[in-house]
Structure formats: C-alpha cells, structure tokens
C-alpha cells in the first residue's frame, strides 16, 4: 500500500483517499506553486470560514457576499469567532454521517472547517475537562434549522458519547422525546413544513464519565390559538392528522372518528390538511413507537389519544340560539363522545359548554351564554385542554428522561449541556400578541448574548494581560426594559388593564400605553408619532423600534391573550375528568385558589427570566440559523431575506465585537504547532516554552509589532491578512513537506518490501539447501547400501542365488544387458559380442544368433537385384580363384562390371553378324598368336550360346559353349588364359590364349554363361595347349618380379609374373 497525502487546501471538504485512485500530490515546484494557487482561488471562491477574518468586517455586504460564496459551494456553515452561523441547504448534503462524526471528534475547532460537530464536540469537550455547565443555544427565524441542528446535535451526543453503565435507554429517550414533543408542538404553516409552535430548551444530564445519563424539557409558550384556528395554508398540530391518517381502525372507532380531517372543523381551517413533503401515516407510526420508548403505558396512550379526539369533536360542537338567544348545543353526538373520552357528567358538560358562572356575594350565578359567547367558551376549552395536555406531556417526558440515579454519587456529579430551540425574531404584515412575546423573547437573548460575548471577551483581554479597547455596541437593555420593566413597562400595564375592573379593552390597553410610555425612544403609537411615520400605523397598533429593526404589533387581542380566560364551570367539569391525565392538567386547587391566575405575558417573563438565569450559569455556544429563502428551495439564495436576517440575529454587532481588536487569537501550543514547519527553528520540534517558540517563529515571518500582541496564553493577530500570508506561506511548505513524506515512506515502504523479500529469499534458500542435503545423503546413504550388496554379492558370486547375492547377479544380468544394448555389432562383418556373465551364457549365446539373423535378415531386404548378382557372381570368382590364383585378392574389391564394351565400341558389321543373339559381356583382350605368339588384340564377346572373338569388324572365331572343354589360368599373378576348344576336325584352329587385365571378371562370366564353373583349372607351372592340328603348344609361367610375356628360346610362351605374396 503506497501513502497518500491529500491536501486541502480550504480544508472545508472531507474527502476519503480513494485507495485505487492515484493521489495527485504536486511534486516538483511547478507542481506547488499550481497547488498554491488553488488554495489562494479557493478561498476567493470559497470565502473565509470564519467572518473574523473578513478585511472589510464592518460591511454588511462583504458578510453577505462571504455567506453566499460558500452556500454556493454547499457550504453551510461559517464561524464568528466561536459563534457558527449555518445557511439551511434545503437539502441533504451528507454531512452528517458517523464518519463525519468521527472526524470531528477530539479535534481543535479551528483546525477543522466549520461545522456543527465541531461545536458539539467542543462543549462537549469543554463539559468534561472543565465540568462547567453548558449550554447552546440555537436561535434563527421560523425554518432556518434550528429544530435540524437540534436533532443532529441530539444524534451526536447520542452516538458518539460512551454509553451509560445503567439506563443506557436514555439516549434512546433522548432522541424518541422529539418525534412525540413535535407531534404535539410543531405544526405546518406558511414557513416551515415542520414549524416548532413552542420553545424549547433541553437539558442532557452527563455523569462524570461523559455519558448522558438524564435530561429535562422546559417548553415555552405554545401558540395553542393554532388549535382552534389556522391562518389559510397552514395546519393544526401535527398530531390531530396523524391520529386520523395512521391511527388503526379500531382505535378511530374508539375515539368516534373518522379517516377524514375534512370533517372536523378545528383541521380545515387553514384548507389545507394535505401536505406533499409530510406523510402523516408514517409519522404516527414514528410517534407511536416513539410513546413506548419514552415509557407510556398502553393505558396512558388510550388517555392521551381521547384527549386528541375529543378536541377534534369539541371542535365540531354547534350551537344554536333559542327563543332567549342562548346558545344551545345542537350536536348530539359530539357531546356523548366528549363525555365518554373526557369522562365527564354530560350534563355538566352541556351546562359548561351554555352556561356561565358567577361568584357574586359568595352566591353561584349560572348565567346563560350567546352564540358568540357559547364559540368562545367552546375555544378556549379546546386551547386548555390541549395546551395543557402538551405541558403535561413535557412533565411526563421529564420523568421518563430523569435520571433514575438520582441518589447514587455520580448523579452528584454530573454536568450538564443545555440545548435552546427557541422561535426566532418573527415579523409579519399583522404582529399580534405572539409575536411580541416571541420578539420580547429574542430581545432577551440578544441582550445575554452581546452582554455574553462581550464579558467572554473582556475576560479573555484581561486574561491575557491586553489592553481592553472599549467596543462601541448597541445594549438592548433599554428595549427590554420598555417591555417588562415594573410598572412602566409593557407587561407591566397590559396585566394592569387585564386585572382591573370595568371596561377595560384592547384600546383603553393602547391608551394607557401611550400615557405611561409616550416619551420612549423605541416606542410609537398613532398618537405619538410625527406626521410622516403616522401614515404607516393605525390607530389600533403600536410600533417597536427592536434592536433588530422595527415591529408594529395590532393591539386586538391582546388583552384576550393574556388573559387566557377559561370560565369556571368549564374548569370545574374538567377537574371531575376521570380521563387520568386531565385530571392532573386541572387540579382542584385551582378552584379554591382565589387569587387571580399569573397572566400569560407575565407567566411568560418569568419563564424568561428563569431561562435567562439557567443560561447566565452556563458556558454559551450559539448557533445562528438563517434561512437562505422563502421557497424552501435548495441553491437560492435570497439576498434581501438574507440581509433581514443578518440585521435580525444581530450578527454584525457580533463580528464587531469580536474585531474589536484583534482578527484572530490562537493558544500559543496550537499556533506553534500550526506554523512551526515554517521556520527552521521551530521545526520539527521546539525545545522551550511554546510562547518563546511562537516569538522566534513571528519574527521569523516578519511580523511587525502593530500587527501582533503576545498575551498570556494566546497570540493576538490584529488583521487577517497577516494570517493568510502565514496561511499561504504553510501551504507552500506543506506541499514539500507533504513530497518529503512521501519519499520517506516511499523508502520506508520499499525497504520493508526489500527486507522481507530478502528474509523470504533466505528462507526458501535455507529450506532448498537442506532439501537438496537430504536428498543427496539419502541418495549417499542408498549409494552406499547399494554398493555394500554389490560387494556382499561379489563375493558370494559363485555362490548358489541367496538374498545376500541375489542383488549382485540381478545387477550384473541387468547391466549386461543393458550395455549389449548399447553394444551389439552394427553389421554382419562385426563380430564383436560383449563377455557375458556365466548365468547369462546360453541367453547370450541365442541373442547373438538372433542379433545376427535380424542383421542378415535387414541386409538381405536392403539388397538390390545387380547387386545380388554382384555377390552372386563374386561368390562364384570366390570358389574357383579363392587360394588358387595369386591376383585374385586384388579383384575382391573390385567389382565386376556388367560389360567392358558398350555396343557403340562393337562393330556393326558384328553385331550384324550376331543378328539377334544379345552380347551378355563385352572385354578387350590379348590374343597371342598360337604360333609365334605374336599379341593380338581381339574383342571377346560372350552371348548366350557362345564365345565370340572378334577382330575390329569381323567375327575371328567362334567358340559354342557346348565346344568349350574348359579354361585354364597359372596360379600366378598373370592375366592369361587359355580357352580349351574341343576339335572335332581339323578346321578347328585349337585353343585360345588370351589376356584380359579383368581377368578374374571375364573367367567367371564366361564360366557362368558357358557353366563351365568346374572346368576352370588353375594350373602351376605350365600350360599344354592345342595349337593346331597335331600341333601342341605350351606356356610356362614362372614368378619373378616384373610381368614378362614373350617366346622363349625353346618355342614356349614363358610368362613371368610378379610375386603378390598374397597367398
Ligand atoms: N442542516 C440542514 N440540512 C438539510 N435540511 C435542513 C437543514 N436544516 C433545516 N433543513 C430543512 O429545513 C426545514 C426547516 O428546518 P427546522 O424545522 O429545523 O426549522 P426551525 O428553525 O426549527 O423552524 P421553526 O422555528 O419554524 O421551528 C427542515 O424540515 C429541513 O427540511
Ligand atoms: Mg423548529
């Protein structure tokens, strides 16, 4: 496997090596400085990731032009300082996978690129070394992810934190207690598909060792006027349309239901009970599932799902006024169900639902009410009932996440992490009550947040020994103030008018407001203002100059709201519910109690305020949500709404702050172990205190003195750009460092490879030369035995076959054999055999024979017919000449030729006078005369029947075979023969001498043609023959040294031939 670096240049991609892909690291300067310069595009594409480094940081639309730059390029998540301000993507970008949650576990925040991990891991973190509480807060408008972030922040926790000793189900509660909370909290409207109608904020207990252990829900202010009216294209609570969609049959048929959110009237208001992107059916599957996990009992569901329909039946009671114009219930039905599922008197129900009463002087009074009045009763029951079913819900979720080691020491000993998810500034064409608590509610926690940050801040200065430079911001507390300020503020006078006697209403509210308040600068009504604002309000309004921007807010409502009337009687049959869970949302107490319940804006002060409190005992992080467009479309980014909402969560008050002065901080450790490869001091290692390594390495990069300060613990760097150059400059030396890595594991890598190719060699080698040892002492060791036997059977050779022998003669027969194989005579003349041993005698002896007929029997094949006919007439010189003639030796190897004269060297005239007798043989030879012995020379021609003897062109003489008596030859080595011609008379000229040099081959032939094979006499000494009539003539031969033939004195032919000494 070869090392791959990748390098990041923005570091804002996770990206995994992919282990088949070859990494494309620059090598060579050409290659870095193209790396380099990516890195520098990049960040002109890809903004900065952190708004502190922004040049221009007090220019809105540089922000902004920051923001869109990445959310174009998918990134969704920017920091100020520690502040992370998300986009929503309004689609799934895969970033929150476990993968991703590993790789921002355990990292420093900023060496990683922005992302709500890297938050959650660093509370997390900062929860555990330093024990503090902490809390994170999420705030944004309505659908720019807070309740997402939430949820993902819950599933990190969930996932990578260690799982608790006992009661390990609390994650599991943790996580199952938002479907139930946004089932019953969270509803559809114009802006959100899932818009949480109620604040929240979560609390995770962690025991000592990390793991969550417990948590705690505190809900504000549900919108429950959304329970009996919908603005058009919005919808009730989820919860209602899931029963209804995915609730089972039998259970509908319970509750008096039916499959149809059409015909309840508290569902259709807002028209528009279908939504595409929800599925209701499966959500109430989620949902009920999830009430299992977070410990409802099948009992309590049954309770719950009749509250849930019975809400939708009070929704369709009617009424109908009677002669007096009091309302009368007219819908039978609706009511035996509400009896049953609230298991109230139905009587009393009916009176509530018709009646009102009152308390004069100790008396009951029921007082019948109108048809508008019998609406409203009929309303606010349903608000109640819900909303407080909702908080009873929240209480019950509690229990179920309480940790159930309460009393064990490490409950003592836990810390704990807070999560806000609370409902961001809300402006709209109509602002009415909600959202002036809502507003109020943001004003609040901008107030913490500045006062927050800015304390973090100067603590951080004062830690760190630096000149604080007061930072110039707008405080809010004067908003804040004109709200819930004694007496003075709004609350304060809007309980006023709700809680005295007589007329008081919306206006007279206005009014009073305008009294007490006129000389506010952030508060103007109709009245109040000068003549060119008064165009934009009406009389019923009044405006607020928030510290986000101006709000102008309707008074209708307002008293009703916060007054939150439910009539008595209606109480009354409540709290007698046998339904268990109703019974606990309307105690008893509450009737007895004779002081006027806390109004809703106090009550929700007061939560405020408590929230305020728990989150100043924390150690905040915020998460600033922002919603990118109205659509909910992915990729738009709607620069107006953008802006709104930059101005709103007050983001450039915070990176004012944050600038105030210095850009960037950073722990000596992380900055020096950041940068330390740029200077050759620092690097690898810094010996000394990382804040002398820091001082070297600055003044290594040249920084001046303005544009640093050396704190405490940290580094100060007033502007960015001293940084990016920093930046650039360590993503130059990365490229080589990153080339020098390569190579060192290049040749670690190859090493290894080498080492272990060497150590198997050896091995291979090691185990080759001991299998090649053994084989050859075992072949010594058969060697040895071997010759052993063949010496043991030497020995007893002579002796009868025994085993101690048996080998030695075996292997003598074989290797005799063997070697006859390689040994036998290559042709019927070799007589050579080799010695066989003596039990292989006869074998041998029969192998010759048949050795030498296979020989024969191949040469007789290979034979031609001439020269058979050769050896034939060879074999027939052989029988007369063989030791009898001195040259007949030398005609042995010679062969005998078919003729000595072709028919061209005969003459015509006799082969004419031969007519059709063929000549068999032709030779020139010798006559010598009979007399004088004069030499002649003749042609001796043999033809079937006689022996021609021709001179030149004429026929000499004839001899008939059947006239040839016989031949005669001396022993020696001469060529002369005489032909013994048989006379009958005297014409006859007697016999013939002649010579032939081939004399031994024209003997033969003619003895063959003429088969006088035995009449050939070899005679020593001297020769008589015929030489005429009564005339005999004789040759003497003697042997001498020179071939003589001549007349000897006495009248015979005297021939001397040469010895030959071949006899
Ligand atoms: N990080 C994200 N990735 C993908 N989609 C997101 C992300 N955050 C939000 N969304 C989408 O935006 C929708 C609205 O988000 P969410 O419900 O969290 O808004 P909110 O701020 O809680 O609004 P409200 O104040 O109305 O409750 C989600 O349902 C989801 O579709
Ligand atoms: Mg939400």
């Avoid at 807002?270 to 595409?276: E, L, T, Y």
């Avoid at 009539?567 to 009737?591: A, G, H, V, W, Y």
């Avoid at 039990?839 to 094949?861: D, P, T």
Wanted: with cysteine; glycine share 6%; aromatic share 10%.
């Amino acid at each position: 496997m070869a090392l791959q670096v990748e390098l990041i240049p923005t570091g804002e991609i996770i990206r995994v090596v992919h282990p088949h892909r070859p990494c494309k690291l620059a090598l060579g300067s050409d290659g870095v400085r193209v790396t380099m310069e990516s890195a520098l595009t990049a960040r002109d594409r890809v903004g900065v990731q952190d708004f502190v480094l922004l040049e221009n940081f007090t220019s809105e639309a540089a922000f902004i032009d920051n923001l869109r730059r990445r959310f174009r390029e998918n990134l969704i998540y920017t920091y100020i300082g520690p502040v992370l301000v998300s986009v929503n993507p309004y689609r799934d970008l895969q970033i929150y996978s476990r993968q991703h949650m590993e790789r921002y576990r355990g990292v420093s925040f900023y060496e990683v690129p922005p992302h709500l991990f890297a938050v959650a891991d660093t509370v997390y973190r900062a929860l555990r070394t330093e024990r503090r509480d902490q809390a994170v807060m999420i705030s944004g408008e309505s659908g720019a992810g807070k309740t997402e972030a939430t949820k993902r922040l819950l599933q990190f926790y969930a996932e990578t934190c260690p799982a608790p000793e006992r009661g390990g189900a609390v994650r599991d509660r943790l996580l199952q207690s938002n479907p139930v909370l946004e089932a019953f909290g969270n509803a559809k409207t114009l802006r959100n598909d899932n818009s949480s109608r109620f604040g929240k904020y979560m609390d995770v207990q962690f025991d000592f060792k990390g793991a969550p252990v417990g948590g705690h829900i505190l809900s504000y202010l549900l919108e429950k006027s959304r329970v009996v009216h919908q603005n058009h294209g919005e919808r009730n609570f989820h919860v209602f349309y899931q029963l209804l969609e995915g609730g089972e049959e039998e259970t509908l048929r319970r509750l008096g239901l039916e499959r149809n959110a059409q015909s309840y009237l508290y569902l259709v208001k807002g028209q528009c009970a279908k939504v595409s992107s929800i599925n209701d059916k499966s959500d109430w599957k989620v949902v009920r599932k999830a009430l299992t996990v977070i410990d409802f009992s099948e009992d309590e569901v049954e309770d719950l799902l009749s509250i849930v329909a019975s809400v939708l039946h009070l929704g369709n009671i009617h009424f109908a006024a009677d002669e007096d114009s009091n309302a009368q219930v007219t819908t039978e039905n609706q009511l035996k169900y509400l009896t049953r599922l609230l298991g109230v008197e139905g009587s009393t129900l009916r009176e509530a639902l018709t009646h009102r009463k009152i308390i004069a002087k100790g008396e009951e009074l029921l007082s019948p009410l109108n048809l508008e009045q019998a609406a409203y009763a009929r309303d606010a029951l349903a608000k109640a009932v819900y909303s407080r079913t909702f908080t009873w819900l929240v209480g019950k979720i509690n229990r179920s996440l309480a940790s159930k080691d309460a009393e064990s020491p490490s409950w003592r000993s836990t810390t704990v992490l807070g999560l806000l998810d609370i409902y961001g500034f809300e402006v709209f064409q109509h602002n009415s009550f909600e959202q002036f608590c809502i507003n109020y509610c943001n004003e609040k926690l901008q107030q913490l947040f500045i006062e927050l940050t800015l304390k973090s801040e100067q603590e951080e200065y004062e830690a760190e020994g630096i000149a604080w430079e007061p930072v110039q911001y707008f405080n809010n507390k004067i908003i804040c103030d004109l709200v819930e300020e004694k007496f003075k503020g709004i609350i304060s006078i809007l309980d006023e008018e709700c809680l005295r006697p007589g007329e008081a209403t919306d206006l007279t509210f206005l009014e009073k407001s305008e009294d007490t308040i006129k000389h506010h600068p952030h508060f103007l009504t109709h009245k109040l203002a000068d003549q060119r604002t008064r165009k934009s309000l009406d009389r019923g309004e009044f405006r607020l100059l928030h510290y986000a921007g101006e709000v102008t807010y309707s008074v209708t409502g307002f008293l009703d709201k916060n007054n939150d009337l439910l009539f008595r009687n209606l109480k009354e049959t409540m709290c007698s519910s046998k339904n268990p869970i109703m019974s606990q949302c309307f105690d008893r107490s509450e009737l007895s109690d004779k002081k006027r319940p806390e109004t809703v804006a106090t009550q929700f002060k007061m939560s405020l305020l408590q929230l305020v409190e728990i989150l100043k005992s924390k150690e905040p992080a915020y998460i600033r949500c922002i919603k990118p467009n109205d659509a909910k479309q992915p990729s738009r980014f709607d620069e107006v709404l953008v802006r709104h909402q930059v101005k709103y969560l007050g983001l450039m008050e915070n990176l004012r702050v944050r600038r105030a002065g210095f850009a960037y901080r950073r722990k000596y450790e992380a900055f020096l172990q950041r940068y330390k490869s740029l200077c050759s001091e620092t690097w690898p290692t810094w010996p000394g205190r990382p804040q002398d390594g820091v001082a070297v390495l600055v003044r290594h990069l040249g920084y001046k003195p303005e544009e640093y300060k050396m704190g405490r613990t940290k580094i100060f760097i007033r502007f960015p750009k001293t940084l990016f150059a920093t930046e650039d400059a360590l993503e130059v030396r990365r490229q080589s460092l990153a080339t020098q890595i390569q190579a060192t594991w290049r040749g670690y890598h190859w090493r290894q490879k080498f080492l272990r190719v060497k150590r198997s060699a050896i091995c291979i080698q090691s185990w080759w030369r001991g299998t090649l040892g053994r084989r050859k002492a075992a072949k010594r060791k058969w060697a040895a035995e071997t010759i052993r036997r063949l010496i043991r059977g030497f020995i007893l050779r002579h002796a009868p076959r025994c085993p101690e022998n048996a080998f030695f003669l075996d292997h003598v027969r074989t290797s005799f054999l063997f070697n006859l194989r390689r040994q036998l005579p290559q042709n019927v003349l070799d007589t050579s055999w080799p010695t066989p041993p003596p039990a292989l005698r006869e074998a041998s002896e029969l192998l010759r024979e048949l050795c030498m007929k296979n020989m024969v029997w191949k040469y007789c094949r290979s034979i031609s017919p001439e020269w058979k006919q050769q050896l034939q007439q060879k074999a027939v010189a052989s029988e007369i000449f063989k030791g009898k003639k001195d040259n007949y030796p030398q005609s042995v190897p010679r062969l005998f030729i078919s003729t000595r004269l072709g028919t061209d060297e005969i003459s015509p005239k006799v082969l004419q006078a031969l007519g059709s007798e063929p000549i068999q043989y032709a030779v020139p030879v010798v006559k010598y005369d009979r007399k004088g012995y004069k030499p002649r020379s003749r042609q001796l021609l043999l033809t079937p029947n006689a022996i021609i003897i021709v001179e030149d062109t004429k026929v000499k003489q004839r001899i008939d075979y059947a006239n040839l008596t016989g031949i005669s030859v001396s022993s020696l080595s001469d060529s002369l023969f005489v032909l013994h011609v048989q006379r009958e008379d005297n014409k006859q000229k007697g016999d013939v001498v002649l010579q032939s040099d081939h004399v031994i081959e024209t003997l033969t032939k003619t003895a063959l043609s003429a088969d006088r094979v035995n009449n050939i006499n070899i005679n020593q000494g001297s020769i008589t023959f015929a030489g005429g009539p009564g005339r005999d003539g004789i040759i003497d031969f003697t042997p001498g040294s020179e071939l003589l033939i001549a007349k000897a004195k006495n009248g015979h032919l005297a021939v001397v031939a040469p010895r030959l000494n071949s006899r």
